[in-house]
């Protein structure tokens, strides 16, 4: 015995059934065509947004190493002209032949901190959408902060001591600049900064090797030239040396 199955009626071609299935076979069609292209487009947006997070990221911990390495620069100089004027106060006869050590001693280049970075970090509304951690934008606010006030305790007031008491005209003048002050004041901003760079690196997951591909991508790394440096070194021995023998001649004159 034979049994044929027949289409429903209601579902044959032209049926309303049919139309329904249609319509609604469509509206599945449709609505997973959205889904992925939306889907994609969202996945897309994420991943930028992600890529343009990390690379805000590294750029202020970038600027934090940045500035920590001229912080290092002066507590290193201050350091020697304290070693100095604490031999001087010792001997002052060596004043004639060591003030001239003082010099190279500071011969760091902070009168401007570069403010590229924290112009990006402090100009945009997006910053803060883009990384959506208030707890690091907080730390690098409170960093940038704490540049500024570093450069007028130390950088600023040093400048200001010397113009007031120029170190090479006597050592009394040398006396009244208080190079363990500035040491003491430098050495506390140089480790608040650093606490600041370790909190931000902790709270984006960011760890040294991070930091160190991001600077071979962004940042040419200068090779130091031996014969450039043996030039300098040269170059400033003879401005002692001509120096000393004119401060010397000018003395004779009674000048």
Same mark, same amino acid.
């Given at each position: ?55 805000? *990221?590294?750029? $202020?911990? !970038? ?8 912080? +290092?620069? =002066?507590?290193?100089? /201050?350091? #020697? ?55 690091? *934008?907080?730390? $690098?606010? !409170? ?8 450069? +007028?305790? =130390?950088?600023?007031? /040093?400048? #200001? ?95």
């Amino acid at each position: 015995m034979n049994v044929k199955l027949h289409t429903p009626s209601t579902l044959k071609s032209g049926s309303g059934m049919s139309s329904a299935k249609q319509f609604f076979l469509s509206l599945i069609a449709t609505t997973v065509s959205i889904i992925l292209t939306f889907g994609t487009a969202a996945i897309i947006d994420n991943q930028k947004k992600n890529a343009s997070k990390k690379e805000m *990221v590294m750029m $202020v911990i !970038s600027d934090m190493d940045n500035t920590i390495g001229l912080l +290092e620069k =002066v507590d290193s100089g /201050l350091c #020697e002209c304290r070693r100095l004027q604490m031999e001087l106060a010792v001997h002052p006869e060596y004043y004639d032949s060591l003030r001239f050590s003082f010099a190279p001693a500071m011969s760091w280049n902070l009168d401007e901190f570069s403010g590229t970075i924290e112009n990006i970090f402090s100009s945009s509304i997006e910053t803060f959408n883009t990384i959506g951690d208030v707890n690091f *934008v907080n730390e $690098v606010s !409170s960093f940038y902060l704490r540049r500024h006030q570093y450069k +007028e305790m =130390v950088i600023d007031s /040093l400048k #200001e001591d010397l113009e007031k008491h120029p170190i090479m005209k006597s050592l009394k003048e040398l006396m009244k600049v208080s190079f363990p002050e500035y040491v003491l004041m430098n050495y506390s901003c140089l480790e608040q900064i650093r606490a600041f760079r370790y909190r931000c690196m902790k709270m984006m997951n960011v760890s040294e090797e991070d930091l160190y591909d991001f600077s071979k991508q962004h940042q040419n790394i200068e090779r130091k030239d031996p014969e450039s440096e043996a030039l300098f070194e040269k170059t400033i021995q003879e401005y002692d040396s001509c120096t000393n023998v004119i401060y010397q001649a000018r003395k004779k004159l009674g000048d």
